[in-house]
């Protein structure tokens, strides 16, 4: 080879690779695709973009503590800490989590799973019910309408089985232009029922869009045996930090959320979050 900058005309070059094909202007391709950027003519490596976001360290062990403030604070609350210390707490991490962002102009239902299994148990217990209110306190801030439908027990009691079919058809009778479905992914009422449901919608000339969001405890939680309803788009999410993401990705399937986005981008690009 001549020198890392390469010389495609070079004798070497045509007699020891081009002449095993008949078209040299492919081969000049396929070099530079195999020794890598700045070879025979490719762009030169670049900076990666930055993040719009920014970076940060997850916990290495995970608690039901550290996975946020605004989840951690209502753990703390289910547990039966000092309400009149922890309600302005939690207030105020709601109000950081959410200043600057604009509102979105639109009606939003959401359907949130307040089963048993949302409660937890051991070292999990109110884990994922906590990261699930989080994001409800947080929509709420942020959607200019936000009705809720819970089903199972309550967001301070979560009990039984969670009939996500039925609080869906619920929420769509609010006349809704988005619904979002908060749960861990457990359909032990009827399984099966929010998939048929779903499915069910189009053919009933049901447009408004459905997307479930699913509360986990880490970002490494197997859900393939954890989906309800596979035809939803569905997005995880674990830890307060989620949220950056989780909201643009939740407001792109309204119509009125290209605006919510473009200006929280560029906020972001400008360096007010």
Same mark, same amino acid.
């Given at each position: 080879?001549? =020198?890392?900058?390469?010389?495609? =005309?070079?004798?070497?070059?045509?007699?020891?690779?081009?002449?095993?094909?008949?078209?040299?202007?492919?081969?000049?391709?396929?070099?530079?695709?195999?020794?890598?950027?700045?070879?025979?003519?490719?762009?030169?490596?670049?900076?990666?973009?930055?993040?719009?976001?920014?970076?940060?360290?997850?916990?290495?062990?995970?608690?039901?503590?550290?996975?946020?403030?605004?989840?951690?604070?209502? @753990?703390?609350?289910?547990? =039966?800490?000092?309400?009149?210390?922890?309600?302005?707490?939690?207030?105020?991490?709601?109000?950081?989590?959410?200043?600057?962002?604009?509102?979105?102009?639109?009606?939003?239902?959401?359907?949130?799973?307040?089963?048993?299994?949302?409660?937890?148990?051991?070292?999990?217990?109110?884990?994922?019910?906590?990261?699930?209110?989080?994001?409800?306190?947080?929509?709420?801030?942020?959607?200019?309408?936000?009705? @809720?439908?819970?089903?199972?027990?309550?967001?301070?009691?979560?009990?039984?089985?969670?009939?996500?079919?039925?609080?869906?058809?619920?929420?769509?009778?609010?006349?809704?232009?988005?619904?979002?479905?908060?749960?861990?992914?457990?359909?032990?009422?009827?399984? =099966?029922?929010?998939?048929? @449901?779903?499915?069910?919608?189009?053919?009933?000339? @049901?447009?408004?869009?459905?997307?479930?969001?699913?509360?986990?405890?880490?970002?490494?939680?197997?859900?393939?045996?954890?989906?309800?309803?596979?035809?939803?788009?569905?997005?995880?999410?674990?830890?307060?930090?989620?949220?950056?993401?989780?909201?643009?990705?939740?407001?792109?399937?309204?119509?009125?959320?290209?605006?919510?986005?473009?200006?929280?981008?560029?906020?972001?690009?400008?360096?007010?979050?």
């Amino acid at each position: 080879m001549t =020198g890392r900058q390469g010389d495609a =005309g070079s004798a070497y070059l045509r007699r020891s690779l081009l002449r095993f094909t008949a078209d040299p202007a492919a081969a000049i391709v396929r070099l530079r695709a195999l020794y890598g950027p700045g070879t025979y003519g490719a762009p030169a490596p670049q900076e990666p973009p930055a993040p719009l976001d920014p970076v940060t360290e997850q916990p290495p062990i995970v608690t039901s503590t550290n996975r946020g403030d605004i989840a951690a604070t209502l @753990v703390h609350l289910y547990r =039966g800490g000092p309400a009149a210390e922890l309600r302005p707490a939690l207030a105020g991490y709601v109000a950081q989590a959410t200043r600057g962002l604009p509102r979105l102009a639109a009606n939003v239902a959401l359907v949130l799973d307040t089963s048993g299994s949302m409660r937890g148990y051991g070292d999990r217990e109110w884990a994922v019910m906590s990261q699930a209110m989080a994001l409800r306190l947080v929509l709420s801030e942020v959607c200019e309408r936000l009705t @809720v439908v819970e089903t199972g027990g309550t967001a301070q009691a979560p009990a039984g089985s969670a009939d996500l079919a039925g609080a869906l058809l619920d929420a769509l009778g609010t006349g809704p232009e988005l619904v979002v479905i908060v749960t861990d992914g457990y359909e032990n009422h009827l399984p =099966g029922d929010l998939a048929r @449901v779903a499915a069910t919608l189009p053919r009933a000339g @049901v447009t408004t869009p459905v997307v479930l969001c699913q509360a986990a405890f880490t970002r490494g939680d197997d859900l393939t045996l954890r989906d309800p309803a596979p035809e939803l788009p569905r997005r995880p999410f674990w830890h307060q930090d989620d949220f950056a993401a989780l909201l643009p990705w939740v407001f792109a399937h309204v119509g009125e959320g290209a605006e919510w986005i473009r200006t929280t981008m560029l906020t972001r690009l400008e360096g007010g979050r």
